[in-house]
Nanobody, 123 residues
Framework: QVQLVESGGGSVQAGDSLSLSCAAT????????LAWFRQAPGKEREFVAA????????FYADSVKGRFTCSRDNANNVVSLQMANLKPEDTAVYYC????????????????WGQGTQVTVSS
């Protein structure tokens, strides 16, 4: 079992920056690929970024490439998402997810999910 706890959401203005963190705990936490997904109101949950534990990735959705940076602290099993130049369309609940070893974009491949953290970007 792996437990994921996100933190760092909030409300910002367009153009601002915000950082999210996800702490992974559990016996196999250090071997997990970690990813970020988001779900905006009335929309399907979508992939944002992912990173493996052995240097695979990170890779990003086209919509956030160049603005978001995903990084990982393997010593502490924490994955971060630094978001810059935020846009109103980035408003969503952001979820951290984990799966064994290899990061992928398909959400159905992830076994563990955090509770989500709200990010609201106003224009």
């Amino acid at each position: 079992q792996v437990q994921l706890v996100e933190s760092g959401g909030g409300s910002v203005q367009a153009g601002d920056s915000l950082s999210l963190s996800c702490a992974a705990t559990g016996r196999t936490a250090r071997f997990e690929a970690l990813a970020w997904f988001r779900q905006a109101p009335g929309k399907e949950r979508e992939f944002v970024a992912a990173i493996g534990w052995t240097g695979v990735g990170p890779f990003y959705a086209d919509s956030v490439k160049g603005r978001f940076t995903c990084s990982r602290d393997n010593a502490n099993n924490v994955v971060s998402l630094q978001m810059a130049n935020l846009k109103p369309e980035d408003t969503a609940v952001y979820y951290c997810a984990a799966r064994p070893y290899i990061p992928v974009v398909e959400q159905q491949a992830y076994d563990y999910w955090g509770q989500g953290t709200q990010v609201t970007v106003s224009s």
